[in-house]
C-alpha cells in the first residue's frame, strides 16, 4: 500500500534565497524521505514570501 503525501515548502525572500532553488532542494529531501518508505508526493503547495505566522486559511 502506497501512503500518499503532499509536500508543502516556504522559501523567504527576506533572506536572498532563489525560490526555484530552495523549492527543488526541499523537494529533493522530501521525495528521498517519503519514497524510500514507500510513500509517494500526489501535491505540491510551496509559499513564496509567506510568513508561517499567517493563519492557513488567509494563505493564497
Given at each position: ?25 526541499q523537494l529533493h529531501r522530501a521525495r528521498a524521505l517519503i ?26
Open positions: 500500500m502506497t501512503i500518499r503525501f503532499g509536500f508543502d515548502g516556504q522559501v523567504s525572500i527576506e533572506g536572498n534565497q532563489d525560490p526555484e532553488a530552495s523549492r527543488a532542494w519514497e524510500s518508505r514507500g510513500g509517494e508526493i500526489v501535491a505540491e503547495f510551496f509559499d513564496v514570501d509567506k510568513s508561517r505566522s499567517i493563519p492557513w486559511q488567509l494563505r493564497p
